[in-house]
């Protein structure tokens, strides 16, 4: 018998469990757990492992590109709710893994991996929807630079490790704070951010202005990549 929720968060979701883990951000720890341990309760009756959870939450992400890319609002819109439950299922796996006491360093390569791939597969459905909505080859230039770049930042682990610094994770305020104290933080944060990324794409598939968002972000993700590479870090 599994246990009460509340228990549940007490074996998967304790501050000395998840709290200091490395890249958990305050919108995971305050938004997104908040739902998680309820479908953790659900796989735990199932034999499904945390890599297989892993797996399913890219399946659901893979969905959410699939209706972005149609192009078709009210199909933009259920792929609002898809990333949302994309990130949910994503957050499972490793409560899963540490309820079964099989988390590891391979477990979270795997999640890491798929993650990667997250973003760039979204900027993938919103270009080939650009693109059938225009007709127009810039949008592809446009989304190619988007994905292209976000990938490349995703495989530096420099910008990674600065995301993962405590005072940048805390609290909402503290992002806030830490991204704003100069003008390369603050565009690189907002060209190569994960969340701020899914939340652009879920605003401008609600208001159906997807092409809009293409072009703008292949301009913020050029100038957020030089950001980058004139000591960004050392700011």
């Given at each position: 018998?599994v246990?009460?929720i509340?228990?549940?968060?007490?074996?998967?979701?304790?501050?000395?469990?998840?709290?200091?883990?490395?890249?958990?951000?305050?919108?995971?720890?305050?938004?997104f757990?908040?739902?998680?341990?309820?479908?953790?309760?659900?796989?735990?009756?199932?034999?499904?492992?945390?890599?297989?959870?892993?797996?399913?939450?890219?399946?659901?992400?893979?969905?959410?590109?699939?209706?972005?890319?149609?192009?078709?609002?009210?199909?933009?819109?259920?792929?609002?709710?898809?990333?949302?439950?994309?990130?949910?299922?994503d957050?499972s796996?490793g409560?899963?893994?540490?309820?079964?006491?099989?988390?590891?360093?391979?477990?979270?390569?795997?999640?890491?991996?798929?993650?990667?791939?997250?973003?760039?597969?979204?900027?993938?459905?919103?270009?080939?929807?650009?693109f059938?909505?225009?007709?127009?080859?810039?949008?592809?230039?446009?989304?190619?630079?988007?994905?292209?770049?976000?990938?490349?930042?995703?495989?530096?682990?420099?910008?990674?490790?600065?995301?993962?610094?405590?005072?940048?994770?805390?609290t909402?305020?503290?992002?806030?704070?830490?991204?704003?104290?100069?003008?390369?933080?603050?565009?690189t944060?907002?060209?190569?951010?994960?969340?701020?990324?899914?939340?652009?794409?879920?605003?401008?598939?609600?208001?159906?202005?997807?092409?809009?968002?293409?072009?703008?972000?292949?301009?913020?993700?050029?100038?957020?990549?030089?950001?980058?590479?004139?000591?960004?870090?050392?700011?």
């Amino acid at each position: 018998m599994v246990e009460s929720i509340k228990d549940l968060r007490e074996i998967c979701q304790a501050n000395k469990v998840v709290r200091g883990r490395q890249g958990e951000q305050w919108i995971g720890r305050m938004f997104f757990r908040k739902f998680s341990i309820y479908f953790t309760k659900v796989f735990l009756y199932t034999p499904l492992t945390a890599n297989q959870i892993s797996f399913l939450s890219s399946l659901i992400a893979l969905s959410a590109a699939i209706l972005l890319a149609i192009g078709v609002w009210k199909l933009g819109i259920i792929a609002g709710f898809l990333f949302f439950l994309a990130e949910v299922v994503d957050h499972s796996d490793g409560e899963v893994a540490r309820y079964r006491k099989t988390a590891g360093i391979k477990g979270e390569r795997v999640e890491s991996y798929i993650g990667h791939f997250e973003i760039p597969l979204y900027w993938g459905g919103v270009t080939f929807a650009s693109f059938m909505l225009t007709n127009s080859v810039e949008y592809l230039a446009a989304g190619f630079i988007v994905i292209l770049l976000f990938m490349k930042i995703e495989r530096l682990k420099e910008l990674k490790k600065d995301y993962q610094n405590k005072e940048f994770q805390n609290t909402p305020l503290d992002t806030v704070s830490a991204v704003t104290k100069s003008p390369k933080r603050f565009i690189t944060f907002i060209a190569f951010s994960k969340y701020f990324n899914e939340l652009v794409i879920i605003v401008a598939a609600v208001l159906n202005i997807l092409p809009i968002a293409l072009l703008a972000y292949s301009v913020i993700s050029v100038l957020g990549y030089i950001a980058y590479g004139i000591d960004y870090l050392k700011v």
